[in-house]
């Protein structure tokens, strides 16, 4: 990356990132932290609950069927 393009592709990402279902963003992030110290077995447990909050919002099946509609393919989030 050349010099001084940093803070615009952080910027970017940003903005990708923030195009995710939020619900699902912040329950990746909550398991994430809550796993800290876990051990496997209560890991996985936790990631399991934090998922079944997306699945059951309907959030997943948009998502899924936004994809298998085409968005999202190779890499590219646009719509």
Known sequence: MPPGEAR????QLA???ASFPQLRLRHDRLSAC???G????????????HGMVALTAGE???GAARFAGGA????????
């Open 38 to 49: 876990l051990s496997e077995p209560d890991a996985l447990a936790a990631e399991y609950r």
């Open 15 to 17: 903005h990708e990132i």
């Open 72 to 79: 999202g393919r190779h890499g590219s989030f646009a719509d």
């Open 34 to 36: 809550e796993q800290h």
């Open 60 to 62: 997943t099946q948009t």
């Open 8 to 11: 615009r592709a952080a910027e």
